[in-house]
T-cell receptor
Framework: AQSVTQLDSQVPVFEEAPVELRCNYSSSVSVYLFWYVQYPNQGLQLLLKYLSGSTLVKGINGFEAEFNKSQTSFHLRKPSVHISDTAEYFC?????????????FGKGTKLSVKP | DGGITQSPKYLFRKEGQNVTLSCEQNLNHDAMYWYRQDPGQGLRLIYYSQIVNDFQKGDIAEGYSVSREKKESFPLTVTSAQKNPTAFYLCATLPEGNTEAFFGQGTRLTVV
């Protein structure tokens, strides 16, 4: 079965420090990749997506992610975090040609930015 | 204002009662989804629908039911058969082209 693994359930970091949230997926077949952010008691908001082309994608709020096909990874990075980045982040994968139900989420990483 | 409206935002019900969560969209998207979110579990798919009058079970459909009588609406009923219904429920839509899903603001259901 296809799966998405977010290696860290919680990541504490100080303000203005860099951060990397890790995401690996289970299959090397062609995929679409997404990162979403969720603030408490709210829905999910798209941060960025990889569909094709350049493997480095830039998103909102200064985040970026790099698609690595050989390592089946799509890690999210930000060079300098703010208190307002405190939230839960979800990596998601959709496989080419999959049914509309085939959007698979990781279990999430809670980013906690401390002053 | 285009978007996905989930109502109510908070819902309390007694154990053994059925409850229906509303999801309405005016984005004209064909596909609609229901996810359940529990702490540390990520999002798990309950049901999805690609067209009106058709829907498919997801990974955790037991104890839930849905209908899709209109393109704009995809209500979810949490039945008394659902053993642990307290959770955060998210509705999402997907436009044509297999790109990203769009999410509502969620409904937090608490069963007491």
């Amino acid at each position: 079965a296809q799966s998405v693994t977010q290696l860290d359930s919680q990541v504490p970091v100080f303000e203005e420090a860099p951060v990397e949230l890790r995401c690996n997926y289970s299959s090397s077949v062609s995929v679409y990749l997404f990162w979403y952010v969720q603030y408490p008691n709210q829905g999910l908001q798209l941060l960025l997506k990889y569909l094709s082309g350049s493997t480095l994608v830039k998103g909102i709020n200064g985040f970026e992610a790099e698609f690595n096909k050989s390592q089946t990874s799509f890690h999210l990075r930000k060079p300098s975090v703010h208190i307002s980045d405190t939230a839960e982040y979800f990596c998601a994968v959709r496989y080419y040609g999959g049914s509309q139900g085939n959007l698979i989420f990781g279990k999430g990483t809670k980013l906690s930015v401390k002053p | 204002d285009g978007g996905i409206t989930q109502s109510p935002k908070y819902l309390f019900r007694k154990e053994g009662q059925n409850v229906t969560l509303s999801c309405e969209q005016n984005l004209n998207h064909d596909a609609m989804y229901w996810y359940r979110q529990d702490p540390g579990q990520g999002l798990r798919l309950i049901y999805y629908s690609q067209i009106v009058n058709d829907f498919q079970k997801g990974d955790i459909a037991e104890g839930y039911s849905v209908s899709r009588e209109k393109k704009e609406s995809f209500p979810l009923t949490v039945t008394s058969a659902q053993k642990n219904p307290t959770a955060f429920y998210l509705c999402a839509t997907l436009p044509e082209g297999n790109t990203e899903a769009f999410f509502g603001q969620g409904t937090r259901l608490t069963v007491v």
